[in-house]
């Protein structure tokens, strides 16, 4: 979830986490055509696929350490009749500093599902940020002469604001490239309202260019609604510019869209309370991990690395707390 400050001091928040997860499920076969289309090419999409999220967190422990990231598990069938396991990771926030952490993450769950269910996992990255320096994708060990080198593919979705690349998103016919224009514009105008704004109703716009029917027209918009929020106003503004871009294309879907504009302050604060009272039961499991990591140091001949296994904190944190302990 990011924020960004409103002309009157407020917060809109936008769910970039809940929109990517609903999207993925949503629209999973584009997301891959579109950002992986060699992938898309090898699965036998006449068998279909599953959504395996209840295996997943089985294995991520350091889901409950109150960092938020978006991942999902999928089971596909291959053209060859193997079965694979997708593993699809969206990082939202850079941390260049960092950079070691998630690729280690990114290992430590691979070998966590391949180990525990014995199936071949693919592992793929999505870096939805705005630094075009972040880009980890290799994850590499070598002390005593034990060596690894764990590589995935990634995405980064700023190398699609070249011009070249943007005007083929636009042109594109692939659903997920609309929510793709979305996150890119959401990250680099955050804090921008009249642009954001702008943004938004353009590419509201194009659903009816695109000649989408009222469901998938309703469900981008969204979808949309999800990565780029706007201020109470801004949200009314639109809702009535949507009405003339209807009357224009002559496609009167306008009583969806007005009740999705009254939902969107109740589900706003739904949606709020349900998160802050997950941060808030986040930080007291974070706290209790912490602890715990801590009472380990007693152990000898515990070392941080195992100590991080265990507990599914980062090395770098646990060597930290030890040297806060010391002092």
Same mark, same amino acid.
């Given at each position: ?199 938004? %109703? ?6 009816? #260019?695109? *000649?989408?029917?009222? &469901?998938? +027209?309703?469900? $981008? ?80 001949? %515990? ?6 296994? #265990?507990? *599914?904190?980062?090395? &770098?944190? +646990?060597?930290? $707390? ?6």
């Amino acid at each position: 979830m990011s924020a960004s400050a409103t002309e009157d001091g407020l917060v809109v928040r936008s769910d970039y986490d809940g929109a990517w997860k609903a999207a993925l499920e949503k629209y999973f076969k584009e997301f891959l055509q579109l950002l992986f289309p060699e992938i898309h090419s090898e699965v036998d999409w006449k068998k279909g696929y599953e959504f395996l999220d209840g295996e997943l967190e089985k294995i991520t422990v350091d889901a409950k350490t109150g960092r938020r990231y978006t991942d999902k598990l999928v089971k596909v069938y291959y053209l060859d009749g193997t079965e694979e396991w997708l593993l699809i990771h969206v990082e939202i926030q850079s941390s260049p500093e960092l950079k070691g952490i998630f690729a280690r993450r990114m290992f430590t769950y691979w070998s966590r599902l391949t180990d525990r269910y014995q199936v071949d996992v693919v592992s793929l990255a999505v870096l939805a940020d705005t630094n075009s320096n972040y880009r980890p994708n290799t994850f590499y060990f070598n002390r005593s002469g034990t060596e690894i080198t764990f590589t995935y593919p990634t995405v980064k979705l700023v190398d699609f604001e070249s011009e070249a690349n943007w005007t083929s998103l636009e042109s594109d016919n692939n659903i997920f490239a609309l929510l793709v224009m979305a996150q890119i514009k959401a990250k680099r105008l955050k804090g921008n309202n009249e642009g954001l704004f702008d943004f938004r %109703l353009g590419l509201t716009r194009s659903l009816y #260019i695109r *000649g989408y029917n009222r &469901e998938q +027209v309703v469900e $981008l918009f969204h979808f949309i609604g999800w990565m780029i929020r706007l201020p109470e106003m801004l949200e009314y503004r639109l809702i009535e510019a949507v009405k003339r871009v209807e009357e224009e294309f002559k496609m009167p879907y306008i009583n969806t869209v007005e009740q999705y504009g009254r939902k969107q302050g109740i589900e706003q604060g739904i949606e709020q309370g349900r998160r802050e009272a997950e941060e808030r039961a986040a930080e007291e499991q974070l706290k209790n991990t912490r602890r715990i990591a801590c009472g380990m140091f007693a152990v000898e001949g %515990l070392s941080d690395e195992q100590i991080a296994e #265990i507990t *599914g904190l980062a090395v &770098e944190e +646990v060597t930290q $707390l030890r040297l806060e302990k010391k002092h």
